[in-house]
């Protein structure tokens, strides 16, 4: 019988491979196991999850998250289809802005929510490990990377930066604004939090207006 459950690495994110014919009770009891043993390996991080091997229904994904919670340090950002192309997309522009804050001092990192209305704002660009709640928001003068999902508002190019840009892993904002071209959702948003199969999206200014698109490399190449 081959292995109950396989923790492999991606870049930005951890995939569980899951026996498809194991007791699912079983199966959570082994995945508390194998990260509490990993415990100290993978520290305090923020990541993406990616569940393979087997079909779970988004209670046995709460479960597993919960598992891995209980277990571990780590603070899962959202569950994602393990697509290499789209990952390979994301931290492509992740590493470009590390760059760009690397040769600018001013440039910022944050680590941590943002929740009960709070609010965060910078003169830099900023990358984000987290969320940012309904009715909390992120505000920057230049581009924002957020490592988690933007439920709330978000403001980039405040100082008029040409070309600024919001991307998150999960996009589901009450608002956006870039420079002076603001977005809203003409809908009411989904229940905000992790939700299976999200893939990460980028906010920026096309034709006077604001667009939201999967991120690609095309569209990379653009900023």
């Not at 994110?13 to 990260?35: C, S, T, V």
């Not at 305090?44 to 919960?66: F, H, K, N, P, Y």
């Not at 950002?77 to 789209?86: G, Y």
């Amino acid at each position: 019988m081959r292995e109950a459950v396989i923790i492999k690495s991606f870049p930005n994110g951890i995939a569980l491979y899951l026996n498809g014919e194991m007791p699912f009770e079983d199966l959570l009891a082994e995945i508390g196991y194998k990260f509490s043993d990993a415990r100290n390996f993978f520290g305090t991080v923020t990541m993406a999850l990616s569940i393979e091997g087997r079909a779970v229904t988004d209670m046995e994904e709460i479960r597993i998250l919960e598992t891995i919670r209980d277990n571990s340090d780590i603070n899962i950002a959202c569950i994602v289809e393990k697509d290499e192309t789209v990952n390979k997309n994301y931290v492509k522009a992740l590493e470009r802005t590390e760059r760009e804050l690397a040769q600018k001092p001013e440039g910022q990192f944050f680590r941590g929510d943002l929740k009960d209305r709070e609010v965060l704002e910078t003169e830099n660009s900023i990358i984000m490990l987290g969320d940012v709640y309904p009715g909390s928001s992120i505000v920057s003068a230049k581009n924002i990377i957020i490592l988690g999902g933007l439920y709330g508002k978000a403001h980039a190019g405040g100082n008029g930066c040409e070309g600024a840009y919001i991307a998150a892993f999960e996009m589901a904002p009450e608002r956006i604004r870039i420079g002076d071209f603001k977005y809203k959702p003409g809908t009411k948003q989904a229940r905000w939090g992790i939700r299976p199969k999200v893939r990460p999206k980028i906010a920026y200014v096309k034709n006077d207006r604001i667009i939201i698109e999967a991120l690609t490399k095309d569209l990379l190449n653009c900023f």
